[in-house]
């Protein structure tokens, strides 16, 4: 008989080499950086406090005025404040800056 059945074996260890490797690939490259951005935002959502400058993710910018467990509430203008879910704050602002 000829054909694949007269072949030598090995081709199995490769592809299961070869899938770990991309696998490890895979993790280093798309799967952990995720989960560092997570945790950093975890802890930047822990440390909020009144009187900081947040951006929401829909690109509202304001002052933090009061904040609880599971929500913020951001001075967008003079006496104009709206309440938004912790988990929307997209990260620190820095403080405007007058342009002369």
Avoid: W
């Avoid at 935002?41 to 009187?51: D, S, T, V």
């Amino acid at each position: 008989m000829s054909g694949p059945m007269g072949c030598a074996g090995g081709g199995g260890t490769e592809q299961i080499g070869l899938l770990l490797l991309m696998f490890a690939v895979l993790y280093f490259l798309m799967i952990r950086p995720q989960q560092k951005r997570a945790k950093q935002h975890e802890a930047m959502m822990g440390a909020l406090a009144k009187g900081d400058i947040v951006r929401t993710n829909g690109g509202i910018r304001g002052e933090i005025t009061a904040l609880d467990e599971r929500d913020v509430t951001i001075e967008v203008a003079d006496r104009t404040r709206i309440r938004v879910l912790r988990s929307h704050i997209a990260g620190l602002d820095e403080p405007p800056t007058e342009k002369s």
